[in-house]
């Protein structure tokens, strides 16, 4: 089974995993996040676009999973922080 | 505070081919959400290894080995037909053809419209990007009134070419008892896996044609942003296209 | 035999690679010259490799794709890959230093090959300038390695295409020009 | 489970479209699907009536492009599936078919040709024979039978399972709206009782076991990006197609030995030729007899020996030349000049060849 | 009334498919009926960007079946009319074609070709070559066009037109992908400026006055009831074709006098043609050139003058063979070898023909 | 007391050719009492030079050379298409499609659905009589449940092969504003004539597409006397399908 | 214009014109007769088969035309006797 | 040459040339002959001439049509148009009486045929025994000019196919006899 490579940052509640050969940059899990936490990171993503990191909005995660629901590439995994 | 991961597994359905991760669609293509939400039916159903996938040509075709499933690709609108073949000589599998509207609603309507006559015990889903796709954007049964596209490079004209097709609506016309109909949107993952388990679970009650449209976004042909995309999805699509389920069978595997 | 010269651009979707390929050739056509400009296109609309094949001629051109090109310009590892078949003993080639270590393997030895030039083009665009001239500096290293049209003629023509940018914010014609100046110097 | 349709031997006197309904139970085919055309229509009439008593299936669909796609279907499956069709409905059928080329999905047509071009009669022709060679956007991958009466129609229905599924290859039964409706004696058997073991079928999709744990998936593609990937893939298909095609070419010929004029005909018009020939002969005139029988691959080399010398070679056709085309394509670089009689959508009779090449020969 | 789109000579570099709907524009076309598949997309996107401005129409249909369907509706009325396609598209387009065959219905169709068989790829490729010109269930009683480039494309679009109405036979023009994508420099003028006189159309039906009363009414009927009627038919539609193809032939011939081999190649595949020949004879190499410019009916009888004597004829295809069917069928008879080059979806380049004349003539 | 006459004329309509009289239907068939009353509505609106009549592949080809008006055979299931160019081309001719159910339902269903969905300015009508006659009886879209057809010999199954098909509710759930879509019978004549009338001036207004099914008879194919070919028509065909108007364009040219 | 021979009953409310030439003994119009007053006639008709005539039954013609309207191929023209 | 006999039936679609045909050719294949027999079909299932071609021989049969009939049966007016091309010397030309003035002119002249011979099929039907019954009256006569079957083999071939009716009828069965002989006798 294939691994994939992640990035971890934890943010309020919510562990956010990236995995960057998976993310294309659309950017359609920024504009959902209802906490606008969301925001380019500088790190690229599969297609050399840059891909999403939390903690850019005045609002931290509240592990919601909205994102990783929403993400058309499984690129986004959130674990609750307990 | 980011860490670096080399044995996280991404939160993808158990069914989904890791292998030929990433997929090939589009960035913010909403193919993948409705894949998505159709590994989740599947894995929640068990029943991978009874699926057989058959994919159109159009954007879908990028889905041949998407799924840990035997998968066909087949011509431009022709997946029902094939899938039809496929489930008439072996009825013990789960047959699911993948489609897009023009696939669907314009050149393989003939077979959608049968297959809803004769209820094909298939599920059959669409995926409504009001555009086509895979050629670059033309004009689709399904584009909106005024919408430009590459064949209605002044907009669509109501007057020239028709209202846009509701699918959901014709083919919930036409099939008979324990057909399952319904239109999902993917800014509604979970109520659109939802619609898609009740098709396949149709399916496996053998009650009768199982079809779900599936809103869904194109920023590549939309030239949108991410913003713009889910506003063209969630404000004029839905508005011109509602959700919901057209046509449930009852518990007996009747249709309401 | 003639003075047809055969160029090959091979990237990843968004480097641009069409575009340098769709003004330079529109360019030498208006200098009076027989082009060809062919993409290469598939099934994908994202996600391949991207390739430009241009033909430059004062005679009429003939099959609009070549197994030989004059110039191969790759930019990423798949173009590496992709452009391998079109290399031969005549051939310059341009790679970006932005490549791994994988794809180098691939490169042509310096003796199988007229000329190899690795240039920083993706580096110098996303740090000295801006991403978004990464294709014009490719432009320029073209126009370096080919007489197939004047500077000043692309200039004009990148005046023409960009006519509202550049005077709604003249320092973006400079950074293009500087680009484009950048590109040709690299490959000097 | 259901015996067998056919146990021994039954000489029957009937129609050649019931002809194929027996041998398509015969050869254990599981399921046809159709779309009604005459002259095939008799085909579904017959099986739709026997299937239910010998548990198999039938599937009328909403038109020929289905019908082929859906026998595409169901041959994906693992199962033994054909069609039947003719006319217009052979033209929409070429695109199910190229996918089957591509592919390699054994489905088996029945073509029982009409008059055309278009909808034209509904009565007999050859003129469906470019098309079932050569058409579509591809170059021909198929296997196609030309018969000539309901001996043939009975043993190339169930030979044509045995090609398809063996070599993996769409294969064409080629009869018309004569032999569909005509009546004569034929003999059904049992595949069996002629040593005829039916070649295993094998599923493309929905092997057992569950996908990427037990075994990989299967996927079945017919889309390729570069123009590279797809000359492999043709390659391919004609490197597989040439390895087979020798073993499978059948041809018929007799008189050749002496003969100053071969006659060359395929199918129900090969008949003709064939009394002519014979009658000929009765009279003297040293006259040969060549049938192609499979018309792809096409017994070039064979005919090519078969006239060798000789004074002409009479091509007949009820078509403007269809299979003069192959002739032409096989034996250039001969130089024995070809005589077409072409009849274009209209059957030949033995006695307007037997004046004709008493007046070639005059 | 609109002006005319192009008044005086215009030379512009743009892509193939933007030339056809510019020509299709010059020659008066009032409808395009379309349906989008790569590589045509092009014409119907500058086509529909065009046409309002001039007064033109589109109708965009619900697949290939139906657009070329539509046409042949639209052209019954009298007014000039055209579709595009391409690969499974043609094989679609195929059932109008019949129509149009057995009615006289002078339909205009671009063919894009792409690779086959199936879906294949939407790049380029030759294979459409055998259904163009023979495809369906008749005898192919259309004119094809086979274009080298966007010069070809403008002229042989706008002439296709006029032949369409001027014999009433259904006629393609036929490019491929490479064309339709590529930009090179093309020639825009209208066509009276070239002494081109549109022919006029007449209306099949619908003209004026009150049928059975001023006039008789008029009925097209596709459907025969015996078979001799049909033979009649068929020959009346073979004679009218004959009647027109020597006039309308069309070739190209380059270095034959002296030449020892010749290569023949048609559409762009006989750019790399012509221009290997030139390095060749650069080379001293005697070598000649033959391009077929109407595939059907094909120039056999200026090709045979070309080749009598030769060495050999090397026949240069992205198809296996397609034209080369064509070629023995017309050549039966001489004895000049043929050599294949084919490269069926891919292109060809004059360097690889250079090497292979090279190899040939060691 | 019988007296013979050289030089009555019939009750024909007008626009009915007489030359090709009496017209090659089989005895008992339909299609002359629809053809009745479509010839009677081209009278009454005095539309006859401006006609384009257009039959399917099927008995309707035999009317060929039934009206004086222009007439073009098409192929099976393309005469929707057909029509649509004409009208496209010459929008001012009245554009009228004959067709029978396997064309239109089945084969050339594609076109049907779409011509609907683009509201195409042209008149189709289809005769239902429950089989594909021209080629001997074989099962149509439209068979009854339980009726034996030469591909039915068993009866039409609803659980292999559905239920037939109900196409002007099809179609009125696919056209848009203006578009005009009724089911008469042969059973009446005279309703059925006013369905025609108003199809044809919803073409005249150019509204929208206009679509009419009439019921019809097929006593050859049946095996039925005329006594039971008019008690199935009556009473097992009215019975699935309901005669009557589902969608009316308002005064101003809308559909209510 | 072409002419066609036609047979006039009289009987009851109506004339009976029955063109032979067109009649092809259907027999629709005499199940639909409301006075069920039609029947078959010596004369054959176009295909040979027996043309009809009024007069068969209990009751005579109205001249509701039922029958004219019915008949397929226009073989019956009814002219209500005044 | 051989024995073959190529015989032509052509009349109105109701007079049943099919099954006279499909029971001739059936019982003289049942008594070891080779046997063709093919129906004309067209577009339009009424309304047309229905011709019956049969062939009947101790060899292989070629063409499943002919050219020349050794015995046409032409049964109408149209018939009689529909068979002419197939007329030659060695014809017997069978035709009923019922058919019209102007059919007569088209019908063979007497020295252009083997044999001409009118029956009065139709009248013996309709008068003297039953409408139903003219065609067998008609494979009466087909067998009185052939050898193909003895009458012996048709009785039971008529025994055979109307079994039920002739046993709650038995005076059909004799009709049918009748029939059958007075067709042979009209011929002889
Ligand atoms: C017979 C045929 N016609 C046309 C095409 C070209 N074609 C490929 S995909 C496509 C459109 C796909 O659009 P849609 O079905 O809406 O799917 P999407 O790509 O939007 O997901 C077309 C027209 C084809 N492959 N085959
Ligand atoms: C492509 C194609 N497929 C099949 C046919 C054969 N065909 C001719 S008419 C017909 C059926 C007609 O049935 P329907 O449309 O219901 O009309 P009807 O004859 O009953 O009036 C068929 C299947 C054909 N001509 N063309
Ligand atoms: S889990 Fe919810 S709150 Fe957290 S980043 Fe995702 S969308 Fe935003
Ligand atoms: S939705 Fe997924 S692919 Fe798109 S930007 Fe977010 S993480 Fe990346
Ligand atoms: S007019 Fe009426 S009453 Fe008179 S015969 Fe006809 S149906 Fe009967
Ligand atoms: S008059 Fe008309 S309805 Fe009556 S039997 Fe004759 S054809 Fe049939």
Same mark, same amino acid.
């Given at each position: 089974?294939?691994?994939?490579?992640?990035?971890?940052?934890?943010?309020?509640?919510?562990?956010?995993?990236?995995?960057?050969?998976?993310?294309?940059?659309?950017?359609?899990?920024?504009?959902?996040?209802?906490?606008?936490?969301?925001?380019?990171?500088?790190?690229?993503?599969?297609?050399?676009?840059?891909?999403?990191?939390?903690?850019?909005?005045?609002?931290?995660?509240?592990?919601?999973?909205?994102?990783?629901?929403?993400?058309?590439?499984?690129?986004?995994?959130?674990?609750?922080?307990? | 505070?980011?860490?670096?991961?080399?044995?996280?597994?991404?939160?993808?359905?158990?069914?989904? #081919?890791?292998?030929?991760?990433?997929?090939?669609?589009?960035?913010?293509?909403?193919?993948?959400?409705?894949?998505?939400?159709?590994?989740?039916?599947?894995?929640?159903?068990?029943?991978?290894?009874?699926?057989?996938?058959?994919?159109?040509?159009?954007?879908?075709?990028?889905?041949?080995?998407?799924?840990?499933?035997?998968?066909?690709?087949?011509?431009?609108? #022709?997946?029902?037909?094939?899938?039809?073949?496929?489930?008439?000589?072996?009825?013990?599998?789960?047959?699911?053809?993948?489609?897009?509207?023009?696939?669907?609603?314009?050149?393989?309507?003939?077979?959608?419209?049968?297959?809803?006559?004769?209820?094909?015990?298939?599920?059959?889903?669409?995926?409504?990007?009001?555009?086509?796709?895979?050629?670059?954007?033309?004009?689709?049964?399904?584009?909106?009134?005024?919408?430009?596209?590459?064949?209605?490079?002044?907009? #669509?004209?109501?007057?020239?070419?028709?209202?846009?097709?509701?699918?959901?609506?014709?083919?919930?016309?036409?099939?008979?008892?324990?057909?399952?109909?319904?239109?999902?949107?993917?800014?509604?993952?979970?109520?659109?896996?939802?619609?898609?388990?009740?098709?396949?679970?149709?399916?496996?009650?053998?009650?009768?044609?199982?079809?779900?449209?599936?809103?869904?976004?194109?920023?590549?042909?939309?030239?949108?942003?991410?913003?713009?995309?889910?506003?063209?999805?969630?404000?004029?699509?839905?508005?011109?296209?509602?959700?919901?389920?057209?046509?449930?069978?009852?518990?007996?595997?009747?249709?309401? | 035999?003639?003075?047809?010269?055969? @160029?090959?651009?091979?990237?990843?979707?968004?480097?641009?690679?069409?575009?340098?390929?769709?003004?330079?050739?529109?360019?030498?056509?208006?200098?009076?010259?027989?082009?060809?400009?062919?993409?290469?296109?598939?099934?994908?609309?994202?996600? +391949?490799?991207?390739?430009?094949?241009?033909?430059?001629?004062?005679?009429?051109?003939?099959?609009?794709?070549?197994?030989?090109?004059?110039?191969?310009?790759?930019?990423?590892?798949?173009?590496?890959?992709?452009?391998?078949?079109?290399?031969?003993?005549?051939?310059?080639?341009?790679?970006?230093?932005?490549?791994?270590?994988?794809?180098?393997?691939?490169?042509?030895?310096?003796?199988?090959?007229?000329?190899?030039?690795?240039?920083?083009?993706?580096?110098?665009?996303?740090?000295?300038?801006?991403?978004?001239?990464?294709?014009? @500096? @490719?432009?320029?290293?073209?126009?370096?390695?080919?007489?197939?049209?004047?500077?000043?003629?692309?200039?004009?023509?990148?005046?023409?295409?960009?006519?509202?940018?550049?005077?709604?914010?003249?320092?973006?014609?400079?950074?293009?020009?500087?680009?484009?100046?950048? +590109?040709?110097?690299?490959?000097? | 489970?259901?015996?067998?349709?056919?146990?021994?031997?039954?000489?029957?006197?009937? $129609?050649?479209?019931?002809?194929?309904?027996?041998?398509?139970?015969?050869?254990?085919?599981?399921?046809?699907?159709?779309?009604?055309?005459?002259?095939?229509?008799?085909?579904?009439?017959?099986?739709?009536?026997?299937?239910?008593?010998?548990?198999?299936?039938?599937?009328? $669909?909403?038109?020929?492009?289905?019908?082929?796609? $859906?026998?595409?279907?169901?041959?994906?499956?693992?199962?033994?599936?054909?069609?039947?069709?003719?006319?217009?409905?052979?033209?929409?059928?070429?695109?199910?078919?190229?996918?089957?080329?591509?592919?390699?999905?054994?489905? &088996? &047509?029945?073509?029982?040709?009409?008059? %055309?071009?278009?909808?034209?009669?509904?009565?007999?022709?050859?003129?469906?024979? $470019?098309?079932?060679?050569?058409?579509?956007?591809?170059? %021909?991958?198929?296997?196609?039978?030309?018969?000539?009466?309901?001996?043939?129609?009975?043993?190339?229905?169930?030979?044509?399972?045995?090609?398809?599924?063996?070599? =993996?290859?769409?294969?064409?039964? /080629?009869?018309?709206?004569?032999?569909?409706?005509?009546?004569?004696?034929?003999?059904?058997?049992?595949?069996?009782?002629?040593?005829?073991?039916?070649?295993?079928?094998?599923?493309?999709?929905?092997?057992?076991?569950?996908?990427?744990?037990?075994?990989?998936? =299967?996927?079945?593609?017919?889309?390729?990006?570069?123009?590279?990937? /797809?000359?492999?893939?043709?390659?391919?298909?004609?490197?597989?197609?040439?390895?087979?095609?020798?073993?499978?070419?059948?041809?018929?010929?007799?008189?050749?030995?002496?003969?100053?004029?071969?006659?060359?005909?395929?199918?129900?018009?090969?008949?003709?030729?064939?009394?002519?020939?014979?009658?000929?002969?009765?009279?003297?005139?040293?006259?040969?007899?060549?049938?192609?029988?499979?018309?792809?691959?096409?017994?070039?080399?064979?005919?090519?020996?078969?006239?060798?010398?000789?004074?002409?070679?009479?091509?007949?056709?009820?078509?403007?030349?269809?299979?003069?085309?192959?002739?032409?394509?096989?034996?250039?670089?001969?130089?024995?000049?070809?005589?077409?009689?072409?009849?274009?959508?209209?059957?030949? =009779? =033995?006695?307007? /060849?037997?004046?004709?090449?008493?007046?070639?020969?005059?």
């Amino acid at each position: 089974m294939r691994d994939f490579k992640s990035v971890m940052t934890e943010n309020g509640k919510g562990k956010f995993y990236l995995f960057t050969e998976l993310c294309k940059g659309c950017g359609l899990c920024i504009e959902k996040c209802p906490k606008h936490t969301i925001g380019w990171s500088e790190r690229v993503g599969i297609y050399g676009a840059p891909t999403v990191e939390p903690g850019h909005g005045e609002e931290d995660c509240i592990a919601c999973k909205t994102c990783q629901t929403v993400c058309p590439d499984c690129a986004i995994m959130i674990e609750k922080i307990k | 505070m980011a860490v670096e991961f080399n044995n996280v597994a991404p939160a993808m359905p158990a069914c989904w #081919r890791k292998e030929t991760k990433t997929h090939k669609f589009c960035p913010g293509c909403g193919h993948g959400i409705v894949l998505k939400a159709l590994g989740e039916a599947i894995d929640e159903l068990g029943i991978q290894d009874k699926v057989i996938f058959s994919v159109d040509i159009g954007c879908c075709l990028l889905a041949i080995d998407f799924f840990n499933c035997d998968t066909v690709q087949t011509h431009h609108g #022709r997946t029902n037909a094939v899938c039809a073949g496929v489930k008439r000589a072996t009825p013990d599998k789960i047959v699911i053809a993948y489609m897009g509207d023009g696939g669907g609603y314009a050149i393989g309507s003939q077979h959608l419209v049968n297959c809803a006559a004769r209820n094909e015990k298939i599920t059959s889903i669409l995926v409504n990007n009001t555009n086509y796709g895979m050629t670059g954007g033309q004009m689709a049964p399904t584009t909106l009134p005024g919408q430009k596209t590459e064949t209605s490079p002044y907009g #669509r004209s109501v007057e020239q070419q028709g209202e846009p097709t509701h699918g959901p609506e014709m083919v919930a016309a036409m099939a008979g008892q324990g057909a399952y109909v319904a239109r999902g949107t993917v800014a509604k993952p979970k109520q659109l896996k939802n619609y898609l388990k009740k098709a396949l679970q149709a399916q496996l009650n053998g009650s009768g044609f199982s079809f779900v449209e599936a809103l869904s976004t194109c920023p590549t042909n939309w030239a949108t942003n991410a913003q713009k995309t889910w506003a063209f999805l969630e404000n004029e699509m839905q508005a011109e296209y509602p959700v919901g389920e057209f046509k449930v069978p009852e518990e007996g595997g009747q249709t309401k | 035999m003639s003075d047809l010269k055969r @160029i090959m651009l091979a990237g990843e979707g968004g480097q641009g690679v069409q575009s340098v390929a769709a003004i330079l050739s529109e360019a030498s056509y208006k200098t009076g010259k027989q082009v060809m400009y062919i993409p290469n296109f598939g099934v994908e609309q994202r996600g +391949g490799v991207s390739v430009a094949f241009m033909q430059i001629s004062s005679e009429a051109i003939g099959s609009p794709k070549f197994d030989n090109a004059d110039l191969i310009v790759a930019l990423s590892d798949r173009a590496v890959s992709r452009v391998k078949m079109y290399v031969n003993p005549n051939t310059i080639y341009v790679y970006d230093a932005n490549i791994s270590e994988e794809a180098r393997t691939h490169l042509p030895k310096a003796d199988e090959v007229a000329k190899i030039v690795e240039i920083p083009a993706h580096e110098i665009a996303n740090t000295e300038l801006h991403v978004r001239v990464f294709n014009v @500096i @490719i432009m320029g290293a073209v126009l370096g390695l080919t007489d197939m049209v004047s500077i000043d003629v692309i200039k004009e023509a990148l005046e023409h295409k960009f006519a509202k940018k550049f005077e709604a914010n003249p320092a973006l014609r400079d950074m293009n020009y500087t680009a484009l100046e950048k +590109g040709m110097s690299l490959v000097r | 489970m259901a015996t067998k349709p056919i146990e021994k031997d039954t000489n029957v006197f009937v $129609t050649g479209n019931e002809v194929v309904a027996w041998a398509a139970l015969a050869a254990d085919a599981k399921i046809m699907y159709g779309y009604p055309i005459t002259p095939q229509n008799e085909i579904m009439h017959y099986w739709t009536r026997l299937a239910p008593k010998h548990d198999r299936n039938f599937l009328q $669909t909403e038109d020929e492009l289905s019908a082929g796609f $859906t026998t595409c279907g169901g041959v994906l499956t693992g199962t033994r599936a054909f069609t039947a069709t003719a006319g217009p409905g052979t033209v929409l059928m070429q695109e199910p078919l190229t996918m089957a080329e591509m592919m390699r999905i054994p489905i &088996v &047509v029945v073509v029982q040709q009409r008059g %055309g071009p278009s909808t034209a009669t509904v009565i007999y022709s050859q003129q469906e024979v $470019t098309m079932c060679c050569y058409g579509g956007n591809g170059e %021909g991958f198929r296997v196609v039978y030309s018969t000539s009466g309901h001996q043939d129609l009975y043993d190339y229905t169930i030979k044509a399972f045995n090609t398809a599924w063996k070599y =993996s290859v769409p294969t064409i039964v /080629l009869g018309d709206g004569y032999q569909a409706k005509m009546r004569e004696a034929v003999t059904m058997y049992d595949p069996a009782s002629r040593g005829i073991v039916m070649e295993e079928t094998k599923p493309y999709v929905g092997a057992p076991g569950k996908p990427g744990v037990d075994r990989d998936p =299967s996927f079945f593609k017919n889309t390729y990006n570069t123009e590279e990937e /797809l000359l492999d893939v043709v390659n391919d298909l004609k490197d597989h197609y040439d390895s087979f095609k020798d073993e499978i070419t059948e041809y018929e010929e007799a008189f050749t030995d002496d003969a100053e004029i071969i006659v060359v005909g395929h199918g129900v018009v090969s008949r003709a030729c064939k009394e002519a020939v014979k009658n000929l002969r009765k009279d003297g005139y040293k006259v040969g007899y060549f049938r192609p029988i499979t018309l792809r691959p096409f017994p070039g080399k064979q005919l090519a020996a078969a006239v060798a010398g000789k004074q002409n070679i009479l091509v007949v056709e009820s078509a403007l030349g269809q299979m003069k085309r192959f002739i032409t394509e096989d034996l250039y670089g001969l130089t024995v000049p070809i005589t077409g009689y072409f009849k274009p959508g209209k059957g030949v =009779s =033995s006695d307007e /060849l037997v004046d004709k090449v008493k007046s070639m020969m005059k």
